[in-house]
């Protein structure tokens, strides 16, 4: 079954492959960012597994890692009806070539992934936030984002007292 | 004087090279009845003609993702409800199964049957919810009150097993909140007795009309190989004949036990979407009724020391029972580390669930994967070059409910 995915890639991606995870018969390889398109373009491309499926891009937040960021592809095949997970490791100020050349779908996701966390995207068509209004600072996925506070919007109207009296 | 006229042509003929059309650009929304919530859709025009429609979203953005962050794991599923207020049991289960992978656990066998038997219902109830309000925007008004009619009677029952109308929250880590009361059968088999006539009527209504057929027919058509490559699922990569549904190609909640058919289209437009949900709805049916037939004995919560709630008259007599909800109520479960997948077919398409835990009671990451947000982002391809009035009937048709597009 998954098994086959498993010996193509470490067959083919010796070199760009991390590590290989299996948790509840999911599994999930940690990839290096420059073998990404590749990796993609066969598991999509190749005839027996057919990941043609992109089912979600999200991203997750480790700030005290050395590259906090982690970007985690599901994919999903059709045909074969398996699921596998790719992830990627991404430091603060690097950015992610964008699969969006791969899968249309890619996207939105990967917009929302930028919104959330911040992480760039290379070659992505409009990456511009999605969720959160144009003009927002932060990214509030991040664990350092606190979950409450709010930024006062209008401060116009605010009574100050006046400097000097007289 | 020829003369002076052909000058004047060729002047007329020059000023026409200089004149230039530019397109222009309206904003639908966000505060438009067609758009099902707040979304707001920069329509680019020429003309009446779409050139380009990009959907701007986050107006109803609450940030569910954050806030599960901050929640023990059973403290998020009420969040879950809240994304697709339409089919809110769906979400439930999703989310419960999600977390039962990362435990490790299964439902038992009663629990499991509950549960496909209220997504079903749930299933239909949003289908009608979405024939009502489609065809409501098409100009066919009195579906929507045909629609909202029987919607009303799937949602007593909701109430009648849950105690809410819609955010039911009655799907827990290991089952369900609570066993299912004595007059459940009797209230459902009137129900479903009445619905496949329902649905005749529906079908009678819309299927052959005239009307209907015009603004359905070819209209916000999408390939099959474009669904797939852009993420879509659901009723809509179906209607384009892709046979795919994850309850049947990754059976959950013991979907392989019933028999029921895939229903798919051809053209991948409006009109075979709506054929392929007005079938689905027949398919429920089918399943309620295999369930109710087969519906065995058993508890209806698993038994899982540390994880699921002892029953309530352990609690009062046996001291272990005790501290054991006291501990669940305080502070909630810790699975172990790592993370899990799992998805589930709404009735909107794939909702997916992937949740991170680092060995805490609370999860460190959830993400929903919503099948509504991704759906949305083909709306352009799906419009493209139509007229204005084909994005209401598309919109429509892509059934969305912005809670969940914008969580």
Redesign the interface.
């Known amino acids: 079954m998954e098994n086959l995915t498993l010996k193509k890639i470490k067959e083919k991606f010796s070199d760009s492959i991390l590590d290989v995870i299996e ?2 018969e ?1 599994f ?1 390889f940690i990839i290096k960012k420059e073998a990404l398109l590749e990796i993609c373009k066969f598991l999509k491309n190749d005839p027996e597994l057919q990941y ?5 891009v ?1 991203g ?2 480790y700030p005290e890692r050395e590259k906090r960021f982690e970007v ?1 592809y ?1 994919l999903y095949s ?1 045909r074969n ?1 398996w ?1 596998v ?1 790719l992830k990627i490791n991404v430091g603060e100020n690097e950015s992610v070539p964008s699969i969006t050349s791969i ?7 990967e917009r929302e992934v930028f919104d ?1 966390f911040g992480v760039k995207f290379e070659n992505h068509p409009d990456l511009t ?5 144009d003009d927002w600072v932060g990214h ?2 991040r664990k350092d ?1 606190p ?1 409450t506070k709010e930024e006062v919007t209008f401060t116009h109207n605010q009574h100050r007292p006046p400097k000097r009296i007289g | 004087m020829d003369k002076d006229i052909k000058i004047m042509e060729k002047e007329i003929l020059e000023e026409k090279g200089k004149l230039s059309t530019k397109t222009m650009i309206v904003n639908m929304g966000p505060q438009h009845p067609a758009t099902h919530g707040v979304l707001r859709v920069m329509l680019e025009l020429d003309g009446e003609t779409i050139v380009k429609a990009t959907p701007v ?2 107006y109803l ?1 609450t ?1 569910i ?3 599960m962050e ?1 929640k023990t794991y059973s403290q998020v599923i009420p969040l879950t409800d809240r994304m697709d207020y339409v089919a809110n049991l769906s979400n439930n289960l999703g989310y419960c199964l999600a977390v039962e ?2 435990l ?1 656990i299964k439902a038992p066998l009663k629990a499991q049957y509950i549960r496909v038997l209220l997504t079903e219902l749930t299933r239909i109830a949003s289908h009608l919810m979405w024939v009502g309000t489609h065809a409501h925007d098409i100009g066919v008004a009195t579906m929507f009150i045909y629609a909202f009619r029987e919607r009303e009677t799937l949602l007593d029952i909701f109430e009648l097993v849950s105690g809410q109308r819609m955010m039911t929250s009655y799907f827990r880590i290991g089952g369900v909140a609570k066993d299912i009361p004595e007059s459940f059968e009797q209230e459902i088999r009137k129900v479903i007795k009445i619905f496949p006539k329902k649905i005749d009527d529906y079908e009678t209504l819309l299927t052959n009309n005239r009307l209907w057929l015009q603004r359905t027919v070819g209209v916000g058509k999408i390939s099959a190989e ?1 669904a ?5 699922s659901g009723p809509i990569i179906r209607g384009s004949g ?1 046979n ?1 549904d994850l309850r049947k ?2 059976p959950y909640s013991s979907y392989d036990k019933f028999d029921f058919e895939i229903p798919t289209g051809k053209n991948g437009d409006i009109y075979d979407r709506f054929l392929v949900r007005v079938a689905e709805m027949r398919q429920s049916l089918r399943i309620v009724e295999q369930v109710l037939d087969g519906m065995p004995e058993g508890d209806f919560i698993a038994r899982v020391p540390g994880v699921t709630l002892p029953p309530k008259d352990e609690v009062l007599s046996s001291m272990e029972a005790l501290i054991f909800h006291f501990k669940i109520v305080v502070e909630g479960f810790c699975p172990p580390k ?4 799992q ?1 589930i077919e709404s009735p909107k398409g ?1 909702i ?1 669930f ?1 949740i ?1 835990s680092d060995g805490s009671s609370k999860p ?2 959830v ?1 929903v ?1 919503p099948p509504c ?2 759906n949305l ?2 709306l352009n391809k799906l419009v493209k070059g139509r007229m204005v009035a084909d994005v209401v009937a598309v919109i429509g048709s892509i059934d969305i409910v912005l809670g969940e597009i ?2």
């Open positions: 948790f509840r999911e999930t043609n499926f992109l089912s979600d999200c997750v937040d985690v599901n059709i009806r699921r997970r899968w249309e779908g890619a996207n939105w996701h959330m936030r999605i969720l959160m209004p509030p996925l984002f979950l | 979203i986050g953005h940030g993702e954050k806030t901050s992978k990362l490790d474009d797939i490559n852009c993420g879509l892709v795919w190609s990754n790592g993370e899990v997948y998805s794939e997916g992937y991170v460190y990451r993400k994967r947000f991704v982002s083909a914008d969580r």
